[in-house]
């Protein structure tokens, strides 16, 4: 497939600058965070937020839906969730003596489940189809997804009792999981002077259309990834199988998690090709939650994050005339 032209590569710009700035109308200071989503839609992949309550993750789901003018629903997982009340369920309609299908709040473009690690492993499980394959099957009968299709979920690093920790499947299936962090003083004053009146999603206008993220999520993938850059990214990968403090590392969906996440994030930087410091600035929200810890490590008290950066340190960067093929950037954020 050819590298998209300049022109392509800045309406896919244009589209995530919109989406952006539209959504920090709303949200304020999380700039970092709303491009990862962004990543997330472009390569039609799933978040998981991880963090306190309050720091807006409700928020942020409602402005992207709101944003993108998609369908947007919410469901509030708990320990007597049932699957059927994700997925829908068949009923016998008397009046028209025949089954029915009543669609579940999963039959959106955009899903927030909230506090996920809450419901049973069984209701847990009924996402795994809807998000790796974009259909429900019930009763034997399959029905597709909505496109685009998004489900961002939460779940709280602080609360255990009375929660199910998501299993390595399930975790696997998400592209990205993101801390969401307090704003600083600043920050909490702007949100304090914002939201004195009311809240200002209740006028945010959608800015992108529905069939324009669809073909800009086909032509970020066209963009190149040089083989330096590939053997790369590889490496980084199978670094993490070979840590000593890493009982389990990143499988090879996590690898190409990381490649379809690095050519989103060019392309909304507004290159055609991806460089290093995407590989380097992706990684934790990839493969963080892709790894399991030796008990060693553990008991010592280290942390993921602290323990990629030590893994990707220790893997060669190409040099940039391998992984840059020749090209002129373009002008914007994070190109130079």
Same mark, same amino acid.
């Given at each position: 497939?050819?590298?998209?032209?300049?022109?392509?590569?800045?309406?896919?710009?244009?589209?995530?600058?919109?989406?952006?700035?539209?959504?920090?109308?709303?949200?304020?200071?999380?700039?970092?965070?709303?491009?990862?989503?962004?990543?997330?839609?472009?390569?039609?992949?799933?978040?998981?937020?991880?963090?306190?309550?309050?720091?807006?993750?409700?928020?942020?789901?409602?402005?992207?839906?709101?944003?993108?003018?998609?369908?947007?629903?919410?469901?509030?997982?708990?320990?007597?969730?049932?699957?059927?009340?994700?997925?829908?369920?068949?009923?016998?309609?008397?009046?028209?003596?025949?089954?029915?299908?009543?669609?579940?709040?999963?039959?959106?473009?955009?899903?927030?489940?909230?506090?996920?690690?809450?419901?049973?492993?069984?209701?847990?499980?009924?996402?795994?189809?809807?998000? =790796? *394959?974009?259909? #429900?099957? !019930?009763?034997?009968? +399959? &029905?597709?997804? /909505?496109?685009?299709? %998004?489900?961002?979920?939460?779940?709280?690093?602080?609360?255990?009792?009375?929660?199910?920790?998501?299993?390595?499947?399930?975790?696997?299936?998400?592209?990205?999981?993101?801390?969401?962090?307090?704003?600083?003083?600043?920050?909490?004053?702007?949100?304090?002077?914002?939201?004195?009146?009311?809240?200002?999603?209740?006028?945010?206008?959608?800015?992108?259309?529905?069939?324009?993220?669809?073909?800009?999520?086909?032509?970020?993938?066209?963009?190149?990834?040089?083989?330096?850059? =590939? *053997?790369?990214? #590889?490496? !980084?990968?199978?670094? +993490? &199988?070979?840590? /000593?403090?890493?009982? %389990?590392?990143?499988?090879?969906?996590?690898?190409?998690?990381?490649?379809?996440?690095?050519?989103?994030?060019?392309?909304?930087?507004?290159?055609?090709?991806?460089?290093?410091?995407?590989?380097?600035?992706?990684?934790?929200?990839?493969?963080?939650?892709?790894?399991?810890?030796?008990?060693?490590?553990?008991?010592?008290?280290?942390?993921?994050?602290?323990?990629?950066?030590?893994?990707?340190?220790?893997?060669?960067?190409?040099?940039?005339?391998?992984?840059?093929?020749?090209?002129?950037?373009?002008?914007?954020?994070?190109?130079?």
């Amino acid at each position: 497939m050819d590298t998209p032209s300049v022109e392509e590569i800045r309406r896919v710009q244009a589209l995530a600058d919109r989406a952006r700035a539209n959504v920090e109308l709303v949200v304020v200071g999380k700039s970092e965070l709303i491009d990862l989503v962004l990543v997330a839609l472009l390569c039609e992949g799933h978040v998981l937020l991880e963090d306190v309550p309050g720091v807006g993750k409700t928020l942020l789901a409602k402005s992207v839906a709101r944003t993108l003018g998609c369908g947007f629903r919410r469901i509030q997982f708990t320990p007597d969730l049932l699957p059927t009340d994700v997925t829908g369920l068949s009923f016998f309609n008397q009046r028209e003596q025949a089954f029915e299908f009543r669609p579940g709040p999963v039959f959106a473009q955009v899903v927030l489940a909230d506090e996920i690690n809450r419901a049973t492993p069984r209701t847990q499980s009924a996402l795994l189809e809807c998000m =790796e *394959e974009r259909q #429900v099957t !019930v009763d034997g009968e +399959t &029905r597709p997804l /909505p496109r685009p299709f %998004l489900v961002m979920a939460t779940q709280n690093p602080i609360e255990l009792e009375g929660t199910f920790p998501l299993p390595e499947a399930q975790l696997d299936r998400f592209l990205l999981k993101l801390p969401v962090g307090y704003p600083t003083a600043d920050q909490e004053r702007e949100i304090l002077r914002r939201f004195r009146l009311g809240s200002p999603l209740d006028e945010l206008s959608p800015v992108v259309e529905v069939d324009e993220l669809i073909a800009m999520q086909r032509l970020s993938r066209t963009v190149r990834v040089a083989p330096p850059l =590939e *053997e790369y990214l #590889v490496e !980084v990968v199978r670094a +993490t &199988r070979a840590h /000593p403090a890493v009982e %389990l590392g990143a499988s090879p969906r996590g690898s190409l998690a990381l490649y379809r996440s690095a050519q989103a994030l060019a392309a909304i930087e507004g290159r055609a090709y991806v460089l290093p410091d995407d590989v380097k600035r992706l990684a934790p929200a990839v493969l963080g939650h892709r790894l399991i810890l030796a008990a060693g490590a553990r008991l010592r008290g280290r942390h993921l994050d602290e323990l990629l950066a030590e893994i990707v340190a220790t893997v060669p960067v190409p040099v940039e005339d391998d992984a840059r093929p020749v090209s002129s950037p373009l002008p914007g954020r994070g190109s130079g």
